[in-house]
């Protein structure tokens, strides 16, 4: 089955940029999705379409993709953005589409 | 506001049966897929099943096809995940959630309930 990857986790220094990788053969057509996690919650939507931000999520938070590598960079990352972060994009196989996500990276700020 | 509330958490043996729900208010509950998503003990999000409710229409993941059942009860507007064979890798935290607008992503979450599988 369809798989997408993420390193397990990233660590950044407050104020530094930290960027998070995932990498899926079907990437170059269909579009990647971001989430965060943090600890006992349920995930929250940070990017979609590959680089759209909702409303309410901060300036920070960008993402990108190139070819079968999509990025989440959050740019100054402060304290209050340690958690979980999981990419999520569609498969289609056949006429047959569902959903799958990454492995989900850990991001520790300290 | 789109609230997607879950039923309580389960205790169960190996073997028994089980449906969990999520109820949906807040919006037009036909126009929406909705799915489930596992998330089993210290691990990441599973993908695993959605349907939309206007039709029915259902999707698996290759990987829990033939394992659980989604489900819908318009009239409360209400989605349901079963399983007829409970097993202890089955323990897990499930989310409930939402489809965005024309969207093939989910935007809403319910609260999670958590199974627990055990002899």
């Known amino acids: 089955s369809y798989e997408l990857t993420q390193p397990p986790s990233v660590s950044v220094s407050p104020g530094q940029t930290a960027r998070i990788t995932c990498s899926g053969d079907?990437?170059?057509?269909?579009?990647a999705y971001w989430y965060q996690q943090k600890s006992g919650q349920a995930p929250v939507l940070v990017i979609s379409?590959?680089?759209r931000r909702p409303s309410g999520i901060p300036e920070r938070f960008s993402g990108s993709s190139s070819g079968t590598v999509a990025t989440l960079t959050i740019s100054g990352t402060q304290v209050e953005d340690e958690g979980d972060f999981y990419c999520?994009?569609?498969?289609?196989?056949?006429?047959?589409?569902?959903?799958?996500f990454g492995g989900g990276t850990k991001l520790t700020v300290l | 506001e789109v609230q997607l509330v879950q039923s309580g958490g389960e205790v169960k043996k190996p073997g028994e049966s089980l449906r969990i729900s999520c109820k949906a208010s807040g919006y037009r509950f036909s126009n929406y897929w909705i799915g489930w998503v596992r998330q089993m003990p210290g691990k990441g999000l599973e993908w695993m099943a959605i349907?939309?409710?206007?039709?029915?229409?259902?999707r698996y993941s290759p990987s829990f096809r033939g394992h659980v059942t989604i489900s819908i009860e318009k009239s409360t507007s209400t989605a349901y995940l079963q399983w007829n064979n409970l097993k202890a890798s089955d323990t897990a935290l499930y989310y409930c959630?939402?489809?965005?607008?024309?969207?093939?992503?989910?935007?809403?979450w319910g609260q999670g309930t958590l199974v627990t599988v055990s002899s």
């Open positions: 079907a990437l170059p057509k269909k579009f």
């Open positions: 349907i939309y409710p206007g039709d029915s229409d259902t």
């Open positions: 379409e590959d680089s």
């Open positions: 959630a939402r489809h965005g607008s024309a969207a093939e992503y989910f935007v809403h």
């Open positions: 999520y994009s569609t498969h289609t196989s056949g006429n047959y589409t569902y959903g799958v």
